[in-house]
């Protein structure tokens, strides 16, 4: 799809597009936090007054996916507005070239103070931002270790509590003469989801029906049958559902006399008992962990939530509100218990759909919806179109702004989007894969030892149970999805990937 000239996207940005030049931007980015947790989004299984906040004030998108779900690669790619196998980051625990094209430098190159804080999870120090404090690795839920240029410091409390005070003392002592853009790398809602004390039990009296596919039998679907995240057999009892944990060991060690007081009470006293006095097994031992799963989530993202809502309290009291976009979205989807697991990686709705939420003041109508095709390459475009700064021809993104506009019906848009995931065999066994995905229709190619090919009709099957490849009178639907999705592999440059589709 070809780019806007950059004259037109100067204007649009800059004139009667936008209210002020160069506003200011703060984007909040969480960790495995799932659309279907989020209230805004239609879910029951909690409430997220805060996100929701931002949603009635804004535009949230219903289609806004990544190009390869998991965290560190979906870093990568906000920070490049470029596909994995370009950026060079396609797996976790490696170090991203920090020394490439990111566009934090070209927003400093332009006027803007930049700040990360929190979460980074990249295997190497930042570039591009004038402050940054960043979580060791994955960072703890309590009295996590802080990164900054100067030193490593403990910090006693709870790790989303402290980064929001961190990113409102940054804000306090900015430069007030220039704009920023602030990204608020949250911890929450990642594994092994630690509430905050006051957020303990706060879903103890609820219990959450199971999702329709929470018993999937994974019929035709080879690589699902041969996963390891599901919450029967891959979450454990001691390290994620906290029954009879060690006290002394692991994070529980880092923790202040009080801290752990209040833990074991909640989770020995009360939790562990149960367990015992249960006695479970088979089916209700797997409903029992789901319960108490999403319990400790849903827990745990109440914090994310708060704090959201901190923050925007923070631009109204300071008179920012008028002129601070503020985004949220998280670096990939996550599993409520479909198919019955957890974790992401799948080129299945669950994982490929992120939340995306933007509030941009005098753009952004209150209260709509996006339903095109965005892709979490289109993030850095957008934020340097905004900005005013020319994008570069390298980017593979395409900035999403005019989808902002009335009648977005009549912006020509992407129909098809791309996807490519690598890691393998650990830490889920998750088969390497790639895949078109477009309105109706995902079809997938897994590649090396679960070699095989799966199509879904959205419409028609939207939980992907029924993989209809190879069924007759999908000849013309797959052959169309196949030429569309080499067509992406030679728009993106992803060789590799088209040599695997080539080869047979």
Known sequence: MKRLSWLLLAFIANSSFG????????????????????????????????????????????????????????????????????????????????????FPKLLQQNGYQTAWIGKWHLGNLP???????????????????????????????????????????????????????????????????FPDLQDLGAYDNKTFPLPPTFRDDYKNRTAAQNQDMTIDKTMRLKEDLKVHVNYEKGIYGRFTPEQKKVYQAYYEDKISKEFDEKKLSGDALVE????????????????????????LDYLDRNGLADNTIVIYASDQGFYMGEHGWFDKRFMYEESLRTPFIIKYPGVTKPGSTVNQLMLNIDWAPTILQIAGVKVPADIQGTSFLPLLQPNTGKVAWRKAAYYHYYEFPEPHHVYPHFGVRTEQYTLIRFYGAGDSWELYDLKKDPHQVNNIYGNKGTEQITANLKATLKKLMLQYKDEEALKILESR
């Open 19 to 102: 209210q002020k030049k160069q506003p200011n931007i703060i984007f909040i980015f969480s960790d495995d936090h799932a659309y279907q947790a989020i209230s805004a989004y239609g879910s029951t299984l909690a409430q997220t007054p805060n996100i929701d906040r931002i949603a009635r004030q804004g535009t949230l998108f219903k289609n806004a996916l990544v190009t390869n779900s998991i965290c560190g690669p979906s870093r990568a790619t906000l920070l490049t507005g470029k596909y994995s196998h370009v950026n060079g980051y396609t797996l976790n625990e490696k170090k991203f070239n920090v020394g490439q094209q990111l």
């Open 127 to 193: 570039e591009g931002f004038d402050f940054w404090r960043i979580l060791n690795n994955q960072g703890q839920y309590y009295n996590p270790d802080f990164i900054s240029p100067t030193d490593t410091t403990k910090v006693e409390g709870y790790v989303t509590n402290i980064i929001t005070q961190f990113s409102v003392d940054w804000l306090n002592h900015r430069d007030t003469s220039k704009p920023f853009f602030l990204v608020v790398g949250e911890k929450a809602t990642h594994r092994e989801w």
């Open 288 to 311: 029992w962990k789901y319960q108490r799963y999403l319990k400790d989530y849903l827990s745990t993202a109440r914090s994310l939530d708060r704090n959201i809502g901190a923050l």
